[in-house]
């Protein structure tokens, strides 16, 4: 794959916080051969080299949230043969799509002294809102791990390996007691997606659903279980509305918290 014939691979940046740009940057040791089988064209948050398009791969970063980005988002469609989200930013929305549950004019007059100068869109949204999108990747952060995974299987031509099931599999197999049912802590760990090996329950702390929904999710199932063990409405419709806000299992659930309380 070295020389010439090497494909050629573009990270891009929307709205977010650049932290599954740098788990690409993180995997250290895996990144040298990362970086012997792959050309890297257009990558800002490492290099200032840029490689004219089009791109064999697009990693991309962040959601939309502007005109600009609705439009850039085309471009770089265009321009790439494979286009792969990474993160809860690109794959949902992010953190910053509780915009979408409430009026952006009031936020940005609290934020800004000059809101009037503020030009955006009145929801974020998720790449694949605008765009095809070839494999989403989600976390927040993204697993180094599962993104070496996907582009290794981009550069073999297969499908990526990366888990459906949920945290409750990566508890189970970590030796960890549920706290859901063990303390009633409040846990998405039920209907998230793995891929952070049970982390937060490993510390007696409920999952706050970084990697979003798994496969067969329901939502409601496990909001009626968390109002039986004493949380509140409002602490579940918070809870729904962190990282993937807007993935539509959770933002089904707590917009029906919301109009229920």
Known sequence: MRGAKRPL???????????CQLSLL???DELLAVAGAIRIAYFPEATRAVVEGPYDLSLVEGSVTTYHDAQRIQ????????????????TAGGIQALRNFADVREYTSAVYARPEYIETLA???????????????????????????????????????IPSYSVCVECKRRGTVCVLVSRGEACLGPVTQAGCAGLCPAYSRGCFGCYGPSESVNAPSLSRHLGEVGLGIDARM???????????????????LEQGR
């Open 9 to 19: 691979v573009a990270v891009w940046k929307f709205a977010s916080c650049d932290g």
């Open 238 to 256: 918070r809870l729904f509305r962190s990282f993937n806000a807007a993935a539509e299992p959770f933002r089904r659930e707590s917009e029906a």
């Open 26 to 28: 993180d995997c250290e």
């Open 123 to 161: 929801r974020s949204s998720a790449i694949a809102d605008h765009v095809k999108v070839d494999f989403e990747l989600r976390g927040c952060p993204i697993n180094k791990y599962q993104l070496l995974e996907v582009i290794s299987a981009f550069l073999h031509g297969r499908k990526p390996q």
């Open 75 to 90: 471009k770089i469609r265009n321009e790439s043969k494979v286009l792969i989200t990474i993160g809860a930013c690109a």
